[in-house]
Each structure stands twice: as C-alpha cells, then as structure tokens.
C-alpha cells in the first residue's frame, strides 16, 4: 500500500509539474499574440514537453487556456463585490473590491485581451462569465438573508450583470486598458450597484 501510495504522489506530481509548464508556456504566448495563433507544438516547445505530453493532459490550447486560467479566474471572482447600499464604507469597500478585479485583468492583459477578445475562445469566455455570474448570485443571496424580497430572481440579475461585465471588461481590454483601473471601478460600480438594487427592491 506505501509503494502504491508513493507512486501515486510521484505521479501527481509530474502531473502537476506538466501541467503547470503547459499553462506557464501559454501564459507568455499569449502576451505576444492571439491565442487563435498559438499551437500546440508552441505551447509543448515552450514548455518543454512533447506535443504528445501536452495531449496526455489537454485535447487543444483552448482546454489548457481554460485550465490555465482558472487559479487567475478564482482570484477575480473573489474580488467582486456584492450589493453596498447607501452606507459610504460599503461603497468604499465595493469599489476597492472592483478595483482589485480590473487590476487583476490588467496583471495579464495579453492572456485576457486573447480570450476574451474578438479573435478569442467563446469557450473560456462563457467560462469566465458563467463564473462571476455564480460568484454575484452567492452575494445577492447572501446579501438578501430573507430581508430583501426578490423583485428580480437573483439569478437572472446575476446572469445580466456576469454578462455586462464580462462585455466592459472585454472593451476594456481591446482598447489596451485605457482608463486606469480604479477608474474603471467608479464608473463600473454605479451600473452594477443599480442591477442588485432592483432585484433585491421592495418595489
């Protein structure tokens, strides 16, 4: 059994190892072209592995890229604020919170400018936004506590405001980050802020 178990941990490992020089490789191809353009054998050269390693793991760049992306996509979703109402430290804290997720788009503005993009994957991009739409759904629930009647299901206010994200960020990016992020979050917050205010309104 500790022969079993110990080969199993070496095999994580390399599988680890692998994966996270497959996803190193990209993450610097991306910064250079659009992921349209990237192949495996550069991805698996880049990485120093050979494109039938990179096919042990992955079916194409597009499943890497989504792989790749989802320790980043955890930290941004984490960073998004949920409803702040009228209290200043609230705001405050929500739009710091927005701060830190266009910050974090910025941090790797060529990988998220080539998947979200025009020339990028519908795939990770649906990816992206069906995940901040669950992480806003979670807020307004936790958010509502049986005091805030629904006016609008929180999962379609969620749905609608994962998506208008998802489409300012992608503009954001395209236009090569044009607006400082701390800006982007003071213009952003009000928009957003308006969504939880009318699914979670007395009416």
Do not use: K
Not at 33 to 39: A, T, V, Y
Not at 98 to 109: D, I, R
């Amino acid at each position: 059994m500790g022969c079993a178990v110990a080969a199993r941990e070496n095999t994580d490992r390399r599988v680890r190892r692998t994966r996270s020089a497959l996803a190193g490789a990209l993450i610097e191809l991306a910064e250079e072209r659009d992921l349209s353009r990237i192949s495996v054998s550069d991805v698996a050269e880049g990485a120093g592995v050979s494109r039938s390693a990179f096919y042990d793991h992955y079916r194409d760049v597009h499943e890497l890229a989504e792989d790749a992306c989802t320790t980043m996509i955890d930290e941004l979703i984490e960073s998004l604020p949920g409803p702040a109402l009228d209290s200043a430290d609230l705001v405050r804290e929500a739009i710091a919170s927005l701060t830190a997720f266009f910050e974090s788009l910025a941090g790797h503005a060529g990988l998220y400018r080539a998947l979200l993009g025009s020339q990028g994957s519908a795939r990770v991009a649906g990816h992206i936004r069906r995940r901040i739409a669950a992480v806003i759904h979670d807020r307004l629930r936790q958010a509502d506590a049986g005091a805030w009647p629904e006016r609008v299901p929180h999962d379609v206010t969620a749905a609608f405001t994962g998506g208008a994200l998802i489409g300012v960020a992608m503009d954001w990016l395209e236009r090569g980050c044009s607006r400082p992020p701390a800006e982007m979050a003071e213009v952003t917050w009000p928009l957003l802020n308006a969504q939880y205010r009318v699914s979670a309104s007395r009416g």
